[in-house]
């Protein structure tokens, strides 16, 4: 593969050089947000969703600039990136934004910084898939429910520990828990349940990302007359559900198919991949 490059504050630079320094506050502290995103055919995807969810994630810790992250700065920056590394039309895209400031836990200034990052891809779809995941619930820690647990921050010690849970348990994903002991989120997902036939998520009360793609989804399973349901869910739920599918960002929508001993189908899921595919931002 030809050399790699990273946007390091607008500055187009090898991947391979250092940038951050050891008074980083993003290394120090998990000062900051990021975002995942996926460029399919040269359009990257939602991004007015994106655009919409970081600049709400760097007001809310009190970033200046946030509202120059617009959908505009995103899709130039995206595109300008990819070119360079030549791996278009396809990629997974991340954009992490700091506080650009020294101080300890008190910044002495509050601006933002960012590294934007790029891979190539092969699909040029969102592929559902062919066999389905095992999963189980990570019920060791449980996930805070306050203003910060809708944001993807940088600090991700509950998701690490649950992805060390998955590989010593030899499983595909695993589900999160709240702090009151209810479904959350997967490890890197956000979770749809479906019972009863209804199609349930977890609300945002409840503590999970504020996925884009969990918002995509929504509104193609309201648009294609699905009962929505957004609530507080006991993981009991599992042992009795018909499907269960995760989504997010880079993959779309991902199928379980199994939990324990369940086995669950994937009707659900498959529609609302084919309707994702043909979805008009």
């Not at 995942?36 to 994106?50: P, V, W």
């Not at 970033?63 to 920056?77: A, H, P």
């Not at 969990?214 to 018909?242: C, T, W, Y």
């Amino acid at each position: 593969m030809s050399k790699q490059f990273i946007n390091f504050n607008g500055d187009i630079i090898p991947s391979d050089q250092q940038v951050l320094t050891v008074g980083n506050r993003g290394f120090k502290y998990g000062d900051g947000i990021f975002e995942s995103m996926r460029m399919l055919k040269g359009e990257l995807m939602f991004a007015e969703l994106h655009s919409e969810r970081i600049r709400k994630g760097l007001k809310l810790l009190k970033m200046d600039s946030w509202s120059q992250v617009d959908s505009w700065f995103i899709r130039e920056k995206v595109e300008e990136l990819v070119r360079r590394n030549k791996i278009g039309p396809d990629a997974r895209v991340r954009l992490t934004a700091f506080r650009n400031g020294e101080g300890l836990y008190s910044p002495t200034a509050n601006n933002m910084a960012y590294v934007l990052e790029a891979s190539k891809l092969t699909d040029n779809t969102y592929i559902l898939n062919h066999k389905g995941l095992i999963i189980d619930v990570y019920d060791e820690i449980t996930k805070p429910v306050n203003i910060l647990s809708n944001l993807k921050t940088c600090n991700s010690l509950i998701y690490v520990l649950a992805g060390i849970y998955k590989n010593q348990n030899s499983l595909d994903e695993v589900m999160v828990l709240n702090s009151n002991g209810f479904l959350c989120e997967s490890m890197s997902c956000n979770a749809f349940v479906v019972y009863d036939r209804k199609l349930y998520t977890p609300a945002l009360s409840e503590g999970c990302i504020a996925g884009v793609m969990r918002q995509v989804v929504i509104k193609l399973a309201k648009e294609n007359g699905i009962e929505l349901v957004e609530a507080q869910i006991s993981p009991d739920i599992l042992n009795e559900a018909d499907e269960v599918f995760l989504t997010n960002a880079a993959r779309g929508i991902q199928w379980v198919m199994g939990y324990h001993s369940k086995r669950y189908f994937n009707e659900v899921s498959r529609f609302l991949n084919e309707k994702l595919n043909t979805y008009k931002d």
